[in-house]
């Protein structure tokens, strides 16, 4: 008796835990199809791939990380990660959201053959307010996010994708070329 017990506790204590986990994406979507910059690319995007939180941090050498899904028409249809290193002017740590959009089939594709890197970098982010530029394969641009309901993004299509970010927290200065460097795996 103790063993079918022990099994289905064990049962729905990790489904507890995948809808807490499904639960952290389906709050970053809604906080991006809320926001009045990134809400329309939702009805004309090929896909996008979501990261509920990634993390940055450095002093002087930097590093960020961070898990996503990636969805075609809505669909989850696999996973991704997203991993950066720098070298150069830096200092503190930060959260923040991030979604790619991609425009049609071959940006999919593109992103999703297996590796994919993205540009150069740089910005100042404060708690929860952010103003930064890029420049890369993500293209040129600057813009300010005041909350979490205001995304910072790149303007339009770049290349066949559009990246969005919403600061979440924490304080760093950084002036440094990075690149975000991307893994994908099929679900």
Same mark, same amino acid.
């Given at each position: 008796?103790?063993?079918?017990?022990?099994?289905?506790?064990?049962?729905?204590?990790?489904?507890?835990?995948?809808?807490?986990? *499904?639960? @952290?994406?389906?709050?970053?979507?809604?906080?991006?199809?809320?926001? /009045?910059?990134?809400?329309?690319?939702?009805?004309?995007?090929?896909?996008?791939?979501?990261?509920?939180?990634?993390?940055?941090?450095?002093?002087?050498?930097?590093? *960020?990380?961070?898990?996503?899904?990636?969805?075609?028409?809505?669909?989850?249809?696999?996973?991704?990660?997203?991993?950066?290193?720098?070298?150069?002017?830096?200092?503190?740590?930060?959260?923040?959201?991030? =979604? =790619?959009?991609?425009?049609?089939?071959?940006?999919?594709? @593109?992103?999703?053959?297996?590796?994919?890197?993205?540009?150069?970098?740089?910005?100042?982010?404060?708690?929860?307010?952010?103003?930064?530029?890029?420049?890369?394969?993500?293209?040129?641009?600057?813009?300010?996010? *005041? /909350?979490?309901?205001?995304?910072?993004?790149?303007?339009?299509?770049?290349?066949?994708?559009?990246?969005? /970010?919403?600061?979440?927290?924490?304080?760093?200065?950084?002036?440094?070329?990075?690149?975000?460097?991307?893994?994908?795996?099929?679900?």
């Amino acid at each position: 008796m103790k063993r079918p017990l022990v099994f289905l506790s064990g049962l729905m204590l990790m489904l507890g835990f995948a809808f807490a986990h *499904a639960d @952290e994406y389906s709050d970053t979507i809604a906080l991006f199809k809320n926001s /009045t910059e990134s809400a329309a690319f939702f009805n004309s995007s090929y896909g996008y791939a979501v990261f509920p939180t990634i993390g940055k941090g450095g002093l002087v050498v930097g590093a *960020a990380h961070g898990n996503g899904h990636v969805y075609r028409h809505g669909r989850y249809v696999g996973d991704t990660s997203m991993t950066q290193l720098s070298v150069g002017a830096q200092a503190g740590g930060q959260a923040y959201s991030q =979604i =790619i959009f991609f425009e049609n089939e071959a940006a999919f594709n @593109e992103f999703t053959k297996g590796s994919f890197e993205f540009g150069a970098d740089a910005n100042a982010v404060a708690i929860t307010a952010a103003a930064g530029a890029t420049a890369g394969t993500t293209g040129a641009s600057a813009g300010a996010s *005041a /909350t979490k309901r205001d995304a910072k993004n790149v303007g339009t299509y770049y290349k066949g994708m559009a990246v969005f /970010t919403i600061v979440k927290g924490g304080a760093m200065y950084q002036a440094v070329l990075a690149g975000q460097k991307f893994s994908y795996t099929p679900r």
